[in-house]
């Protein structure tokens, strides 16, 4: 690889039976934007957060993702998402909750069992204070 060549973005591709139910998840749950749509394919984007949402069932039949996705504001986040859609929230993760490792986090689940794991970190400044 050049020296000079950047990697900027890691787009995952999700397969749905029905990409209405990705939609739902994606664009009504977080606030992705539709940035493309072709056939069977739909393009999600916000921030720096892009994914393929594909719909095709005999792939969807398969092993259901769980997709990190790490945030500045996990608390304004989590309030967005539950103002709007508490229904998304994972039953086992469904509030900001610190984590042995580390970070704090908060679940999505869609009803095909895509997870989304809302992440953030502590700043370094906070983690060398221990606050």
Do not use: I, Q
Request: hydrophobic share 45%; glycine share 8%; net charge negative.
């Amino acid at each position: 690889m050049s020296a000079g060549a950047v990697l900027t973005t890691l787009v995952p591709t999700v397969f749905y039976a029905d990409v209405a139910v990705g939609l739902d998840l994606f664009v009504d749950g977080l606030g992705l934007a539709v940035v493309h749509r072709d056939g069977d394919l739909v393009v999600v984007a916000r921030d720096g957060v892009k994914l393929n949402l594909v719909e095709d069932a005999e792939l969807a039949s398969g092993e259901r993702p769980e997709l990190g996705v790490e945030t500045d504001d996990l608390d304004a986040v989590y309030a967005d998402v539950a103002a709007r859609r508490p229904d998304l929230l994972h039953p086992n993760l469904d509030r900001p909750t610190l984590r042995e490792w580390g970070a704090r986090e908060v679940a999505l689940l869609d009803v095909t069992t895509v997870c989304v794991v809302l992440r953030e970190w502590p700043s370094p400044e906070s983690a060398v204070s221990g606050r």
